[in-house]
């Protein structure tokens, strides 16, 4: 379960590629992908299946 005050940001890497990470509420990154993905939508299911819960990706 996700506490209220992370937050999750989705970015492009230098090589353009897709990456996620999780914020703590103290501003320290907690979780973060180990690899980039080429579509928005697998970076996204990576997330998921790391506790991210909400259905779209904000913007970076």
Known sequence: MSETNERWEFYKDARN?????????????????TEGYAKRSACLDNARRCGYEA???SPS
């Open 17 to 33: 590629k897709w990456r996620w990470r999780r914020i703590a509420a103290n501003g320290r990154i907690i979780a973060a992908s």
């Open 55 to 57: 259905n779209e990706i």
